[in-house]
């Protein structure tokens, strides 16, 4: 029936749902069923400013709160398969392609050649 959605109408348990699609992704992505699968909603803030007495209610949120955006978003992530390893130092000794002494050197020569250029007619 349009219009009403009863809970056997939920588009979240039809064929080829929201839920089917989620199942599909995972299995595309080859996630184990025994990984840290975690799902978490995004594009949501909560308020840090602690309130007087008297605040506006209409406008300001109480510490605390937490507000979800018109565009908030699921966040699907597993666990089991981030990388949590910190950086480590390069195994050999840091050497640019370029410095900064070279490449301050290479500017001024080149801006005096234009300088030298243009006050020669660009001859």
Excluded: C
């Excluded at 039809?14 to 990984?35: A, C, F, H, R």
């Excluded at 950086?87 to 290479?106: A, L």
């Amino acid at each position: 029936m349009l219009g009403n959605l009863e809970p056997e109408e939920s588009l979240f348990w039809d064929e080829e749902s929201l839920m089917d699609q989620v199942q599909s992704t995972i299995d595309k992505l080859g996630w184990d069923p025994n990984d840290d699968i975690v799902v978490e909603i995004g594009g949501t803030v909560v308020s840090g400013i602690h309130q007087g007495e008297d605040y506006n209610k209409k406008w300001a949120t109480p510490f605390g709160v937490r507000k979800y955006n018109k565009d908030a978003f699921v966040i699907i992530s597993n666990n089991s398969r981030r990388d949590l390893t910190k950086s480590q130092p390069m195994d050999r000794e840091h050497k640019p392609h370029h410095s900064n002494n070279e490449e301050t050197n290479d500017t001024a020569a080149s801006s005096s050649d234009t300088e030298s250029d243009v006050s020669d007619g660009g001859v």
